[in-house]
């Protein structure tokens, strides 16, 4: 179960925009994502690989923490993502993202949201 302190931790390196170095250091090494009803992408190795594919995409990415949730080994975390891509086009994403946590490290999530809107 992480604790309060661990899961700001967590946080806060997403918001400083070290999203692949986040999943290397706060995910188990079986660790599993998925995005709304898709299949899971399982490994975090394969989870930093797509993670810094996705960033090589965009020219910014800004993330921002609305609010979160802690309950014992289940978080909700509800972020903002705004992105700037390679192609000066712009996007957000407004999703919530559910976590099983196994001791201090992340190894199941689950994210819901819209498909992001281009808005430029």
């Known amino acids: 179960m992480p604790s309060r302190a661990?899961?700001?931790?967590f946080i806060a390196v997403v918001v400083s925009g070290d999203h692949a170095?986040?999943?290397?250091r706060y995910y188990?090494?079986?660790?599993?994502?998925?995005?709304?009803?898709?299949?899971?992408?399982?490994g975090r190795d394969l989870l930093v690989a797509q993670e810094r594919a996705t960033l090589?995409?965009?020219e910014t990415v800004v993330s921002t923490c609305v609010a979160?949730?802690?309950e014992g080994d289940r978080v909700a975390i509800n972020w903002i993502f705004d992105f700037t891509y390679l192609?000066?086009?712009?996007?957000?994403?407004?999703?919530?993202?559910?976590?099983e946590w196994r001791g201090d490290r992340i190894f199941r999530e689950r994210f819901f949201y819209d498909p992001p809107k281009p808005k430029a």
């Open 21 to 24: 170095g986040a999943i290397e």
């Open 56 to 58: 090589d995409r965009v």
């Open 68 to 70: 979160s949730i802690l």
């Open 6 to 9: 661990r899961l700001d931790e």
């Open 28 to 42: 188990t090494e079986d660790a599993s994502m998925q995005e709304n009803a898709a299949p899971p992408r399982v």
């Open 87 to 99: 192609s000066g086009k712009t996007a957000r994403i407004d999703e919530v993202a559910l976590q």
